[in-house]
């Protein structure tokens, strides 16, 4: 006689080593609890999810949190109240106050803003700003004086700076002198406001021809000069090294 030989199906033995509660893993030959379960010691626990929580399905944490206006507190959701003139954050964790008005414990004050300023769109720093041609000096805006010949700019020391043409002399803007064979330039608002054109150069305000000795060139600035290779500059000319 033939002894019985009873064979089970790989698929059937790794059925019977998954637990209750539990379902094979989608890619791997493991296994992994239902939602709602965590392993230990080689079972599926239920997960106890607390009131005011709702079930995640992450791997890591609690596997729960709590629903939005409720924050965790000693394994529990505890609720918080949201002042007037303020909202729930979009994670539903925390409360913000509504622009125009800033934290102050736990309730939404009013910001005073200043005359002649407005609430500020920023999400940091200062709640206000002064108006257009007023500047900040404490917790007041004051009008700023813009000389003859200039412009508004609070990026500015003076919170103004010259037309072109112009220069700050003192409080006022005065005209530019430029010599001739000079330009105007606008590059900063220090200095003398002007430069000589290309082949000339500066000897105090005026701009003088510029002599280049033999086999020299015009540099880059087209102010000075510089030797051609292979000379060498040695005092006010170009010998070879």
């Given at each position: 006689m033939?002894?019985a030989?009873?064979?089970?199906?790989?698929?059937?033995?790794h059925?019977?080593?998954?637990p209750?509660?539990?379902?094979?893993e989608?890619?791997?030959?493991?296994?992994e609890?239902?939602?709602?379960f965590r392993?230990?010691?080689?079972?599926?626990?239920a997960?106890?999810?607390p009131?005011?929580?709702?079930l995640?399905?992450?791997?890591?944490?609690l596997g729960?949190?709590?629903q939005?206006?409720?924050?965790?507190?000693?394994?529990?959701?505890?609720a918080?109240?949201?002042p007037?003139h303020?909202?729930?954050?979009a994670?539903g964790?925390?409360?913000?106050?509504?622009?125009g008005?800033?934290?102050?414990?736990d309730?939404?004050?009013?910001?005073v803003?200043p005359?002649?300023?407005h609430?500020?769109?920023?999400?940091y720093g200062?709640d206000?700003?002064c108006?257009?041609r007023?500047?900040q000096?404490?917790?007041?805006?004051?009008?700023?004086e813009?000389?003859?010949?200039a412009y508004?700019?609070p990026?500015?020391?003076?919170n103004w700076?010259?037309?072109?043409?112009y220069?700050?002399?003192?409080?006022i803007?005065?005209t530019?002198?430029?010599p001739?064979?000079?330009y105007l330039?606008?590059?900063?608002?220090?200095g003398?406001?002007?430069?000589?054109?290309?082949?000339?150069?500066?000897?105090d305000?005026?701009?003088a021809?510029l002599?280049?000795?033999?086999?020299?060139?015009?540099?880059?600035?087209?102010n000075?000069?510089?030797?051609?290779?292979?000379?060498?500059?040695?005092?006010?000319g170009?010998?070879?090294?």
């Open positions: 033939f002894a030989v009873i064979y089970l199906a790989p698929a059937a033995v059925a019977q080593n998954i209750e509660n539990a379902h094979a989608r890619f791997g030959s493991g296994w609890c239902d939602l709602g392993e230990a010691n080689g079972l599926c626990a997960i106890l999810v009131e005011n929580a709702y995640t399905s992450w791997a890591y944490g729960w949190e709590c939005r206006g409720f924050v965790l507190e000693e394994s529990a959701c505890a918080f109240s949201v007037k303020a909202y729930l954050s994670r964790d925390r409360w913000k106050c509504e622009r008005y800033e934290k102050v414990a309730a939404c004050k009013a910001i803003v005359e002649n300023a609430l500020s769109d920023k999400d200062r206000w700003n108006n257009p007023f500047v000096v404490n917790d007041e805006c004051f009008a700023t813009v000389p003859e010949h508004f700019d990026s500015s020391f003076n700076r010259c037309d072109r043409g220069q700050a002399t003192g409080d803007c005065t530019i002198v430029i001739k064979n000079g330039v606008t590059t900063s608002s220090y003398q406001g002007w430069k000589c054109q290309r082949g000339y150069e500066q000897r305000l005026l701009c021809v002599k280049l000795p033999e086999n020299a060139h015009l540099d880059y600035s087209g000075n000069w510089e030797c051609d290779e292979p000379y060498r500059k040695q005092q006010s170009c010998v070879l090294s």
